[in-house]
């Protein structure tokens, strides 16, 4: 007479597999939006609030932009891996491709409107040059997040991202 499998063994079978799904995630990027990238009880700077449209007129581009203020920024995805996307703004090319750029939340961002607050612009850099199409590529980006307070030329920005994969974004 063969003994079956005893519930000790069951239960430790079922709470290996049950754990499965589990571990594989852990290895996945965090998906975040630029909500995400705020400290708690801050709104995102709408394109209404940066001068109508979100167009500036002729005459406004001589004048300079004046980067929103920011309250903070948030640190709950520093040392993680993550997933964010976004569009991008070259900052530093190798060739034909971009190394360093800013990623930001809208088109126009920095160039044609004024730049969003320090928290939702994040500086990204890879080792890997990114070949851009032109000026706002819509992009996703992993790697590895930080906090980390940097000023270009063109805006403060709150978060960095080295970047680990960088592909055109597909809704």
Not at 38 to 44: F, K, Q
Not at 63 to 71: D, I, L, V
Not at 113 to 127: G, R
Request: charged share 15%.
């Amino acid at each position: 007479m063969t003994k079956g499998p005893t519930r000790r063994t069951l239960l430790a079978a079922g709470t290996a597999f049950a754990a499965l799904p589990r571990a594989a995630r852990a290895d996945q990027p965090i998906e975040l939006g630029w909500d995400d990238l705020l400290p708690t009880g801050e709104e995102a700077v709408s394109l209404e609030s940066l001068g109508g449209s979100g167009v500036v007129e002729h005459e406004q581009l001589s004048t300079g932009f004046e980067q929103a203020p920011a309250a903070g920024v948030t640190t709950e995805y520093d040392g993680k891996v993550i997933r964010l996307p976004g569009y991008v703004v070259p900052l530093d090319y190798a060739g034909t491709g971009v190394t360093a750029f800013l990623l930001v939340p809208y088109v126009g961002a920095c160039v044609h409107v004024p730049p969003p607050p320090a928290n939702q612009l994040v500086m990204v850099t890879s080792d890997t040059p990114y070949e851009v199409s032109g000026l706002f590529d819509p992009v996703w980006v992993e790697g590895l997040f930080g906090s980390a307070a940097t000023a270009t030329e063109l805006a403060d920005v709150g978060y960095s991202l080295a970047a680990q994969d960088i592909r055109p974004y597909r809704g």
